[in-house]
């Protein structure tokens, strides 16, 4: 179980989290679609579908639970991979200024060695 929890943590999967959270949001606007669509087939073909949802009711509300905590488990990890990138952004425009300063270093003496073996 640790190798699942370390590959779900990694960079990757928390973006596999996010399009599976995020497909699974949207097949619920899908059928939530589907069902309302069904008001322009008449009254009667609605009416029966709602008696079936009624019927389900139990079940209706598990799984709007189910979808309010995939709501929140997406948004939860939307921010989170936002401020991971920030942090990983700042810390690569770190790391490129400090390579900079360094190109600059090494640069800088070895044209000082070059002008040096010139006045010579």
């Given at each position: 179980?640790?190798?699942?929890?370390?590959?779900l943590?990694?960079?990757?999967?928390?973006?596999?989290?996010m399009?599976?959270?995020?497909i699974?949001?949207?097949?619920?606007?899908?059928v939530?679609?589907?069902?309302n669509?069904?008001?322009?087939?008449?009254?009667?073909?609605f009416?029966e579908?709602?008696?079936?949802l009624?019927a389900?009711?139990?079940l209706?509300?598990?799984i709007?639970?189910?979808?309010?905590?995939?709501?929140?488990f997406?948004?939860?990890?939307?921010?989170?991979?936002?401020f991971?990138?920030?942090k990983?952004?700042?810390?690569?425009?770190?790391?490129?200024?400090?390579?900079?300063e360094?190109?600059?270093?090494i640069?800088g003496?070895?044209?000082?060695?070059?002008?040096e073996?010139?006045?010579?």
């Amino acid at each position: 179980m640790g190798w699942l929890n370390d590959r779900l943590n990694s960079s990757i999967g928390k973006k596999v989290i996010m399009a599976v959270t995020g497909i699974l949001l949207i097949l619920f606007l899908v059928v939530h679609l589907l069902n309302n669509l069904l008001l322009y087939l008449g009254p009667d073909i609605f009416n029966e579908n709602v008696a079936r949802l009624e019927a389900v009711k139990p079940l209706v509300r598990v799984i709007e639970v189910i979808l309010a905590l995939i709501f929140i488990f997406h948004i939860y990890n939307a921010i989170r991979l936002y401020f991971e990138n920030k942090k990983d952004e700042y810390f690569s425009l770190w790391m490129k200024r400090l390579r900079d300063e360094a190109e600059i270093e090494i640069y800088g003496e070895n044209l000082k060695k070059i002008f040096e073996e010139e006045k010579i």
